[in-house]
């Protein structure tokens, strides 16, 4: 990267420099688990796609974050880091990537103020490429923070949630640059948001109560991808799993998945545990919490913190208690104890330590794969002396097929997994349907 390019940054906004070598660690081990990611570092070490670049990266900053934004650093980009929870961002790690090079604006614990802060001094690196986790730069990018959007090329977004706000941007006609939308990508969705929330969730509320999940009722809101993992999760290990949903379609299929569907004032009253992840507000309210049972357990497994009503919670408590770490007591009037797991946070990250590295290697490797494709459609270039690509629209852009199969391919190879592929007669077989 020229001098010219670089764009001189405020010193990063960290815990603790000290604590950068149990980071490093972290780091090191999820590298040695990541191997797709860690092909496409040595990759981008060699091709330098993003050089003479600037990224802005704004997802839960623990090890396998950091260890993304060093694999775009390694492509030749000024990595400007800040996290998109204050409850998920490790100290340690945030350390270690400043004690890197890069520059990082992040804290555990931190205030809506301090968060929102750090998000905007990360911003100060005027970004070509943004990868979002839940659409916060991007929203800031369209507003308290255009004056650093000239130079971007476009996003990349992690969550649902994300390309929700970036849709209905689009539709107000207020979208300024190319959205690709990750977390619809097959080798998202599929893998990361079932398998990797469905683990990581019940290893975060098994970890916060310490109580058995055998033999409970366990309560999950919502029947997308995330609540399909999850019910599989909590019905694997022995819950009896109730679904709570506002799609007919889905809540057939949860029925024909084996769980039995009502409203949700209804299975409130059965929980042991309930679980939200729907991206909407209010899941859980006040005629919900007054049918719970004593001591019911929250958690939000979506990306923000409203889906349960804790204002309602709040309101109605007569005493409220840290009973555990990361579990809060709300006693009521008629002495019912409820308990919230991270204050309604994510909890799978905010009371845990995220998705599986596996799983995070194919979710980054999108990321860092799709962060490419937009520097390579920037202004209708394309990389490596190649015929001019198409320009991106200004739009929430699906994640290319082939970028989809390419992910799958290289962490088919990296389990040494092979498969069948058509013949050339059989391709003919099929496209003769077409005739």
């Known amino acids: ?119 905007l001094t990360a911003l100060q690196v005027a970004p070509h490429v943004v990868i979002d986790d839940g659409g916060d730069l991007v929203h800031h990018l369209h507003e308290g923070a255009h004056q650093h959007a000239g130079d971007v090329i476009g996003a990349c977004e992690e969550t649902t949630a994300g390309v929700l706000r970036n849709r209905a941007r689009q539709r107000a006609g207020r979208l300024s640059f190319p959205v690709l939308a990750v977390n619809d990508a097959q080798m998202k969705h599929l893998f990361d948001n079932r398998y990797g929330t469905g683990q990581s969730t019940m290893d975060a509320i098994m970890r916060t109560t ?3 999940v055998t033999g409970s009722t366990v309560v999950i809101a919502g029947y997308g991808w995330c609540g399909r993992g999850i019910a599989a999760r909590a019905a694997g290990m022995g819950a009896r799993v109730i679904v709570c949903e506002v799609d007919g379609v889905k809540a057939l299929e949860a029925v024909m998945d084996g769980h039995r569907v009502m409203p949700m004032v209804e299975a409130a009253a059965q929980a042991d545990f309930v679980i939200t992840s729907t991206g909407v507000r209010d899941t859980v309210d006040t005629a919900h919490l007054n049918a719970m049972k004593d001591g019911a357990i929250l958690a939000n497994a979506g990306h923000f913190s409203d889906e349960i009503n804790l204002d309602a919670l709040k309101r109605q408590a007569e005493e409220v208690v840290e009973v555990r770490q990361n579990l809060t007591g709300y006693r009521l009037a008629d002495g019912r104890w409820v308990n919230v797991i991270a204050n309604g946070m994510i909890v799978n990250i905010a009371a845990a330590d995220g998705h599986p590295a596996e799983i995070m290697d194919t979710s980054f490797a999108l990321q860092a794969l799709s962060a490419r ?7 209708g270039s394309a990389a490596g002396g190649a015929a001019a690509a198409t320009p991106l629209p200004n739009e929430v852009i699906p994640v290319p097929d082939e970028i ?29 349907f077409f005739k």
């Open 1 to 119: 990267m020229s001098a010219a390019d670089h764009r001189p940054m405020p010193p990063s906004i960290l815990r603790d420099p000290a604590l950068a070598a149990e980071g490093n660690r972290k780091i090191e081990w999820v590298r040695r688990n990541m191997p797709v990611l860690r092909g496409l570092e040595e990759q981008f070490r060699i091709d330098q796609p993003f050089a003479g670049l600037r990224a802005a990266v704004s997802v839960h900053l623990e090890a396998k974050t950091a260890y993304l934004a060093l694999v775009i650093a390694a492509g030749g980009a000024q990595v400007a880091v800040t996290g998109s929870n204050s409850l998920s961002t490790k100290d340690d790690v945030v350390a270690a990537l400043a004690q890197r090079g890069l520059s990082v604006y992040a804290w555990h614990g931190a205030t809506p103020e301090e968060f929102e802060a750090h998000q």
């Open 210 to 212: 310490n109580l058995v």
């Open 404 to 432: 989809d199969r390419e992910v799958a391919q290289l962490r088919l190879k990296s389990l040494g997994v092979s498969h069948d592929h058509l013949t050339d007669a059989q391709r003919a077989y099929l496209a003769d």
């Open 373 to 379: 494709y937009l520097v390579g459609h920037r202004n």
